[in-house]
C-alpha cells in the first residue's frame, strides 16, 4: 500500500481557511485517497474520500493533481472545534479479502492547532 | 441507527493476563477490522473479519486472536499481556460490497500495570 507523507503539525486561526496537503508519490492506479479526522480519545471519523481533481462535501474539499502524488485537504473557515489530528490515507476503495488489500495504513498524521 | 459501538470503555490489566474486547458494527455492515493505536501514533492495523474467518492480518503476534460471530459483532483477544499492549484499541466496520469507508468506534483504552 502506498505511503504517505503530511506535516506533523499546523498552527491555524478561527475562521481562517486550512490547507494540509498529503504526498504520496507511489499512490497505484486502482488507490483512492481518504481523509479522516481523529479528537483524543475517539475513534477516526471519515471527512472526505476522492480519486482525481477535485471533491467537495459539507465540511471539506479534496483537491488532487492530475499525476495524484499529493492532495490537499481544505477546510473552510475553521473553528476551534476542528483542533485535530487530520490522517491521509491510499488505499483500494473495495477491500479485496484474502488478499493484501483492504487494511488501512495510517501515519502519524497532521496535528491541527486552531487558535482564537 | 447506531455506529459502532465498543466494550468496555476502560479496562485495567497487569502483565500476563489475558483480555478480551469486544465490537459491535454498525447496522448493515458485515466486515469488522481491529486496529491498535499507542500514543501519539496513528493506528495499526491488527486484522479484519468477514464471514466469521480472518481475513487479513497485520503485524502482530499470536497472542492477538479474534473471532467473529454470526451477527458480525467480533471480539479481540490479547494473551500474556505486555506493557506495550497498552494502547488504545479500535474497531471499525465497513460492508464488504459497497465502496463505503470504514467507521471507527471510540474504542477500548487498555492500560497494563
Known amino acids: 500500500l502506498a505511503k504517505t507523507t503530511q506535516p506533523i503539525s499546523m498552527d491555524s486561526y478561527e475562521g481562517q481557511e486550512v490547507n494540509i496537503t498529503c504526498s504520496h508519490n507511489?499512490?497505484?492506479?486502482?488507490?483512492?485517497i481518504t481523509w479522516y479526522q481523529q479528537f483524543p480519545s475517539q475513534g477516526p471519523r471519515f471527512i472526505i474520500q476522492?480519486?482525481?481533481t477535485k471533491v467537495t462535501n459539507e465540511v471539506a474539499s479534496l483537491f488532487i493533481p492530475a499525476d495524484r502524488k499529493s492532495s490537499t485537504l481544505s477546510l473552510p473557515r475553521v473553528s476551534l472545534s476542528d483542533t485535530a489530528v487530520y490522517y491521509c490515507?491510499?488505499?483500494?476503495?473495495?477491500?479485496?479479502?484474502?488478499?493484501?488489500?483492504?487494511?488501512?495504513?495510517f501515519g502519524k498524521g497532521t496535528k491541527l492547532s486552531v487558535k482564537p | 441507527d447506531a455506529g459502532v459501538t465498543q466494550s468496555p470503555t476502560h479496562l485495567i490489566k497487569t502483565r500476563g493476563q489475558q483480555v478480551t474486547l469486544r465490537c459491535s458494527p454498525k447496522s448493515g455492515h458485515d466486515t469488522v477490522s481491529w486496529y491498535q493505536q499507542a500514543l501519539g501514533q496513528g493506528p495499526q492495523f491488527i486484522f479484519q473479519?468477514?464471514?466469521?474467518?480472518?481475513?487479513q492480518r497485520g503485524n502482530f503476534p499470536d497472542r492477538f486472536s479474534g473471532h467473529q460471530f454470526p451477527n458480525y459483532s467480533s471480539e479481540l483477544n490479547v494473551n500474556a499481556l505486555l506493557l506495550g499492549d497498552s494502547a488504545l484499541y479500535l474497531c471499525?466496520?465497513?460492508?464488504?460490497?459497497?465502496?463505503?469507508?470504514?467507521?471507527f468506534g471510540d474504542g477500548t483504552r487498555l492500560s497494563i500495570l
Open positions: 490515507l491510499v488505499g483500494p476503495l473495495r477491500f479485496n479479502y484474502g488478499g493484501s488489500q483492504g487494511n488501512l495504513i
Open positions: 471499525a466496520s465497513s460492508s464488504g460490497g459497497s465502496n463505503q469507508p470504514q467507521h
Open positions: 507511489n499512490i497505484a492506479t486502482n488507490d483512492y
Open positions: 476522492g480519486y482525481k
Open positions: 473479519y468477514y464471514e466469521e474467518e480472518e481475513r
